[in-house]
T-cell receptor, first 118, second 111 residues
Framework: GAVVSQHPSWVICKSGTSVKIECRSL??????MFWYRQFPKQSLMLMAT?????????EQGVEKDKFLINHASLTLSTLTVTSAHPEDSSFYIC??????????????FGPGTRLTVL | AQSVTQPDIHITVSEGASLELRCNYS??????LFWYVQSPGQGLQLLLK??????LVQGIKGFEAEFKRSQSSFNLRKPSVHWSDAAEYFC?????????FGAGTRLTVKP
């Protein structure tokens, strides 16, 4: 199947700093990528839909100035957690939807990034 | 609005026993339905999906699921569970623009 990577896989930062998480589709192009957040022992919650060449669409209750999304190319979307605080600690998972080919329109998930804010 | 309900938070089965994980959905049109498995600290792995056609869907690792429109259900089954199946299982509905996940069912496998 198609592969999505995330970098870093885990990060620890101090409160008040910003953290950038990358999501890459390795062998397919994705105009649309999604960012999810997962708290311990809970389900995935969609945070935002990232579209290449346009602004991201945020779900209700998600602060767009807090979680900056940049979809720089058809294979890369980044999520920047600005001025991180301990309550931002979570598991962040991205997915990418294939634009064409055998897996057209299917979503593939990255392995996730665990963020811990001290 | 689309939503997914997984009634069972935690299920324990003995190795070799059969398994059924329940999933009910609410969706305005014909749904795209998915089952994913997540091991601790890992991302999601797709087990199987239903878009259309045959309502009994075969997936990887010996899993299958049956779409029942009349019951708005998409239950996951496996005839004989292996210890390596212990994980968190998520049912999801949607597809193109967003995907909504159920709360998950944690599967424990007893020796």
């Amino acid at each position: 199947g198609a592969v999505v990577s995330q970098h870093p896989s885990w990060v620890i930062c101090k409160s008040g700093t910003s953290v950038k998480i990358e999501c890459r589709s390795l062998d397919f192009q994705a105009t649309t990528m999604f960012w999810y957040r997962q708290f311990p022992k809970q389900s995935l919650m969609l945070m935002a839909t990232s579209n290449e060449g346009s602004k991201a669409t945020y779900e209700q209750g998600v602060e767009k100035d807090k979680f900056l999304i940049n979809h720089a190319s058809l294979t890369l979307s980044t999520l920047t957690v600005t001025s991180a605080h301990p309550e931002d600690s979570s598991f962040y998972i991205c997915s990418a939807r294939a634009d064409s080919g055998r897996f057209y329109n299917e979503q593939f998930f990255g392995p996730g990034t665990r963020l811990t804010v001290l | 609005a689309q939503s997914v309900t997984q009634p069972d938070i935690h299920i324990t089965v003995s190795e070799g026993a059969s398994l059924e994980l329940r999933c009910n959905y609410s969706y305005g049109a014909t749904p795209y339905l998915f089952w994913y498995v997540q091991s601790p600290g890992q991302g999601l792995q797709l087990l199987l999906k239903y878009f259309s056609g045959d309502t009994l869907v075969q997936g990887i690792k010996g899993f299958e699921a049956e779409f029942k429109r009349s019951q708005s259900s998409f239950n996951l089954r496996k005839p004989s569970v292996h210890w390596s199946d212990a994980a968190e299982y998520f049912c999801a509905v949607g597809g193109n623009n967003d995907m909504r996940f159920g709360a998950g069912t944690r599967l424990t496998v007893k020796p």
